[in-house]
């Protein structure tokens, strides 16, 4: 018996795996891509930090950038990394994933007779990003970001940005800048394309190895919690929503693709917690939360979670009461 | 500086976890195993994503041997070498072989609302599934009593009552299949077929009693065959 559900466990890691490879190397190319065609990242920093603002054009990027959220985390955190606001880089992290043509047009063909589900879908997961966006700007850089994101982060930010505890180089106070500098932000080089390669190759390794453990981790809690324990709640307004919650953390598909699933139990569910599954499957599952450990420390990744999950049970609250 | 030996340059270690990933793609496109993970849509996407690793892996190995400046590989590129390598070759080494039965008992039951249906397709020429659906669409059995069938499924054991013939209805990967299946009057006095038992089974429609009252369908066998697991289980 445990040998049987051992062998269901491997197949289902092998084709969540497999599953998510070709998006994770997609969401690498993407992000190799930004660094050849606008190398230095100048147009990161131009965008806007405005805690409102900079969230919005942030997920409204995803239109541009299409990638499921496996795709996302390395172009997130090149985002990141290059110098963006980090309302602009965590609003594209959790909202892009939904705000993209791909995944609009499979959340219209499951479910083409729910015109209300096809716009708050979308507009839910731009409630969540900016909600989770302004969460985390509570806490502040140095204890979000992971350490070498981080450093790679400063390099990129005007010295005036960065808080003075923060700094470990430089002056105190801005310095004027220098001709050189002034040099450097005309006319950034673009980087040799073995170099471009090699950052890539490296990127997409280390994360891979992540896709792993948390493909590992889904299969298993797959295989030894039966799904029906979680759908046998139906009907119950709250419940049920939490119920489906937990199903989109464990299932850990893609958000391309999580409508169709939703829609093998959409009659057994009440709307609110349809619309929970498709909108907190995308932000965090079992399978993101090591990637996302390549951006955040573990209180970012727990403030995420948290923070997702109230606001996504309150949209699944507000819903129901409308619809139900 | 002279650069470092050949085994111990980044690139070469780059390019060999590079090619295991590309390897494990690539064989499981060729060697039959995405039929039973992942949905069809999906396999030139696997295929193309595995040529390009390959790609990328044949230039980082032409780096590894090039005139530039060479990088020794560090503590973090060896480790993730030996993961990959190990990840690689235990996928490689150990095909999936799930099973259904098992899969389908912890997975509630596909209740897809089917607004459009083909209904050309004749009684005997419709599988497992298009019954599934059909009579979830038109929901008075007596408009098919007595239809032929030919079907094929695995025996998948239900609690309370007799095994049914089910198939695994997949979006995307393994990890959301969805069981669907048909109820089967076993012929009495034979042995159980074993759960996960793939069969092929002609015969007709027939009507029953509902546990819950009312009637229902059940396919009543005239012959049943055991089969092996068909190559593409997995129905869309």
Partial sequence: MILTRLATAWALFQGLLIEALPFLLIGVLISAGARWFAPGGRWLRRLPS???????TGAALGFALPACEC????????????GAPLG????FLFAAPVLNPIVIASTWAAFPDQPWLLLARPLGAVVVAVGLALLLALVGEPQLLQADLLAERRLHQPLAAVGLLERSSGL????????????AEAAPVRPPLAELMRHASQEFLYLSLLLVM???????????????????????????ILALMLLALVVSVCSSVDAFLALSFAAQVTPGALLAFLLLGPVID?????????????RGLVLTTAGAALMVLLIGQWVNLWRL | MTPPPLLQRAALWRAASLGLWAL???????????????RAVFHPLVALAGLLLLLVALLQLRLAFGPGRQERGDRRQARTLVLTAAIALLVLLLPPAPSFADLAGQRPRDETAESELSFVLPPAQRSLTDW?????????????AGDPVRISGFVLPMEGESPQLARLLVRCCLADASPVGLPVAWPAGQAPFPADQWLAIDGVMGLRPAPGGGERLEVVPSRIRPIPRPARPLEP
């Fill in chain 2, 132 to 144: 599934v659906r059909l009579l979830r669409s038109q929901p008075d059995p007596r408009l098919f």
């Fill in chain 1, 88 to 91: 602009a880089g965590l609003g």
């Fill in chain 1, 214 to 240: 948390g493909s590992v981790i889904a299969a298993l809690v797959q295989s030894f919690v039966p799904r029906s324990w979680l759908l046998a709640v139906g009907g119950a307004p709250t419940l049920s």
């Fill in chain 1, 286 to 298: 079992l399978k993101l939360v090591s990637l996302l450990g390549l951006l955040f420390r573990p």
């Fill in chain 1, 172 to 183: 105190v106070g801005a310095p004027p800048p220098s001709a050189l500098d002034v040099a």
């Fill in chain 2, 24 to 38: 494990v793609l690539l064989v499981s496109s060729v060697d039959g195993r995405l039929d039973l993970l992942l």
């Fill in chain 1, 50 to 56: 405005h805690p409102l603002l900079g969230p919005l």
């Fill in chain 1, 71 to 82: 795709g996302n985390v390395p172009v997130a955190r090149r985002m990141l990394s290059g």
